[in-house]
């Protein structure tokens, strides 16, 4: 009796560009790659997909060389382009089937747009970009080219949102009326790894928009009014437009006309040795609750003499991405930093290797539809990130204390400073659809 012959499964390959070869690479893009390198993706619906970073895109081409230097064995063959033209000369190789932005914030809209008009798919770190009107030529080209435009908001992946979001969707946790979000960075970010393009810049759009989209993608809800104020004088002159700290309040409203308030505060000037590193601690109030989060408190503490707190951190979290020796005797880098570049990656699969040809664009919409990392269900918290930059900007010309107030009646996004009744439109059309 013969034994019948197993077909191997057909093997698809998607080809990657990366845009910003910085920390955020280094700390989650890298070995994401590096782990595809070895092991494919593999789901029901598309098989075998092996994933490979084939092109990169940096300002100088240095960090580049030598991660392409360092990594070889961990990757393949990969193409590395620089300025001026990078992303140009990238898109122009035709080796990539989707592209990663992870640039400073403020190059975002000219790098995604390319790679939108060139019909790649893309993922751009947060926020996406920094006012409506880019998101909405954004929204526009991946609807003309047929192509996914994703935004990363690993946050919302924490074990510890994840379970929020379940008792807020169960109705355990009934109708918040507030909440109250930190997150402190030690001076090093400011100071060191981006000091390049922090002028003029603050840590409210740096981070604040994690807790920004926590916010909208948990509870709903409409973007009302927003106001910001903030401190100077440490990463730049104190009556300059370059911010160590800000504190920015939102206020949603409610189908059955209640609101509720969020302050979130963020620095990016906390001391290098601080045990936290990066501390980041969350409070949201409702009818019937309180919902408490603590990075530090729900991680692990470390002493190590001559290590800690600097070259290693007294407390860490484990749960972001982490390096490990797995019981089995290999190394591991894995964490929700690097999980929800794998669901990307496995969206795009799907559309392109997930059926029949003829049902693409019903795949194409069915990924479009999930809501946490959509460019198309972003609105709100760009409104909120283009908000908070003008009243900045207001309070560094010496108008502090200014509001933006959302779906006006004289436009989507109206900022009214102190003492006057005439509105300044930012935005004309309205943020979200009645």
Known sequence: MTTPSIAAPALHRLRAGMVGMGMIFDETYRPFFEALRQQPLFARAFGACEVELA??????????????????????????????????????????????????????????????????????????????????????????????????????????????????????????????????????????????????????????????????????????????????????????????????RLVYEYGDGREAAFDIHTSWVTPDNFPGYVEQEVQFRFDNGVWNAHSRKRGVELTIEGATPTKRKITMNNHYNGTFLEPWGARSQRGYGVEVLDRFAREVATVEFGGPAAERAKRLEAARALTYNDLSADRQVVATVQAMEAILERHAQGKPDCVVCVDHAAGGLVLFEPGSGQGHVLYGPRVVSA
Do not use: M
């Not at 240095?62 to 990238?90: H, T, W």
């Not at 790679?115 to 947060?126: D, I, N, R």
């Not at 998101?135 to 074990?159: C, G, M, T």
């Not at 973007?223 to 002159?237: D, E, H, M």
């Open 55 to 248: 092109a990169v895109s940096s300002r100088t081409g240095a960090r580049a060389e030598q991660y392409l230097r360092e990594a070889a064995g961990r990757i393949g063959k990969v193409q590395s382009f620089r300025e001026p033209g990078s992303v140009a000369q990238l898109l122009k190789s035709g080796n990539v089937d989707f592209v990663c932005v992870a640039t400073p914030d403020n190059r975002h809209f000219d790098a995604c747009r390319a790679v939108l008009q060139a019909g790649k798919h893309l993922l751009v770190e947060k926020p996406s970009v920094l006012s409506l009107a880019e998101l909405d030529e954004l929204e526009r080209l991946a609807r003309q080219q047929n192509v996914l435009a994703k935004v990363v908001y690993h946050k919302l992946l924490d074990p510890d949102h994840k379970k929020l979001r379940t008792l807020v969707a169960d109705g355990e946790l009934k109708h918040v009326n507030n909440g109250y979000c930190s997150l402190l960075e030690p001076k090093l970010i400011s100071g060191q790894q981006f000091s390049e393009w922090i002028r003029g810049r603050n840590p409210g759009t740096y981070v604040a928009v994690h807790y920004i989209k926590l916010i909208d993608f948990t509870f709903g809800g409409r973007l009302a009014r927003v106001t910001c104020t903030g401190q100077r004088g440490i990463v730049g002159p104190a009556g300059g437009d370059t911010w160590d700290s800000t504190q920015l």
